[in-house]
T-cell receptor, first 111, second 116 residues
Framework: GENVGLHLPTLSVQEGDNSIINCAYSNSASDYFIWYKQESGKGPQFIIDIRSNMDKRQGQRVTVLLNKTVKHLSLQIAATQPGDSAVYFCAEILAGNQFYFGTGTSLTVIP | NAGVMQNPRHLVRRRGQEARLRCSPMKGHSHVYWYRQLPEEGLKFMVYLQKENIIDESGMPKERFSAEFPKEGPSILRIQQVVRGDSAAYFC??????????????FGQGTRLTVV
């Protein structure tokens, strides 16, 4: 679940386009997943979550997809806005409340 | 209900000094996590604590770093004899005692440690 010393992958999208951010998790025993958004100089903030008994969950402009077969999580942001520019992290949570984060992806929205 | 409070927000230490970072979890939360983040990098897990217990410290360096979460008061991350490589943002998160259907961790704003 940890990535040490890896620089963030980046994604640039045009304002109004849809964004897809991907995350591979490591532990098949993880039963809960969260996407966090981290703006510059701030702590990560909750966006959306999904339990392992689901494969899709929708929020406002965001959708999370879970593929347990390949241990893959994605975050889709519809009609991306400049305010969506941030670093996005997925977190996998094990039964003991242990959170492990992916490397993160830096999203830049081009006006 | 105040969020996770970390202080100080910014801390400058000279090499060899000690750094003490404090984290007050949200009310009712008894699980605390510490993460370290270097510029342009992801969050690196350091330690997971419950009240008076260290549950997982697999991400903590073996020397100079220690963490505690006493029965009363904030969680403390302590770095002794700091070196320039310790310069980073240190984030604390907390989650509730009971693992419910949707138990998320809430993050503080972080402490930015600069070692000069």
């Amino acid at each position: 679940g940890e990535n040490v010393g890896l620089h963030l992958p980046t994604l640039s999208v045009q304002e109004g386009d849809n964004s897809i951010i991907n995350c591979a998790y490591s532990n098949s025993a993880s039963d809960y997943f969260i996407w966090y958004k981290q703006e510059s100089g701030k702590g990560p903030q909750f966006i959306i979550d999904i339990r392992s008994n689901m494969d899709k969950r929708q929020g406002q402009r965001v959708t999370v997809l879970l593929n347990k077969t390949v241990k893959h999580l994605s975050l889709q942001i519809a009609a991306t806005q400049p305010g969506d520019s941030a670093v996005y992290f997925c977190a996998e949570i094990l039964a003991g409340n242990q959170f492990y984060f992916g490397t993160g992806t830096s999203l830049t929205v081009i006006p | 209900n105040a969020g996770v409070m970390q202080n100080p927000r910014h801390l400058v230490r000279r090499r060899g000094q000690e750094a003490r970072l404090r984290c007050s979890p949200m009310k009712g939360h008894s699980h605390v996590y510490w993460y370290r983040q270097l510029p342009e990098e992801g969050l690196k897990f350091m330690v997971y604590l419950q009240k008076e217990n260290i549950i997982d410290e697999s991400g903590m360096p073996k020397e100079r770093f220690s963490a505690e979460f006493p029965k009363e008061g904030p969680s403390i991350l302590r770095i002794q004899q700091v070196v320039r490589g310790d310069s980073a943002a240190y984030f604390c998160a907390s989650s509730p005692r009971v693992r419910g259907a949707n138990t998320e961790a809430f993050f503080g704003q972080g402490t930015r440690l600069t070692v000069v």
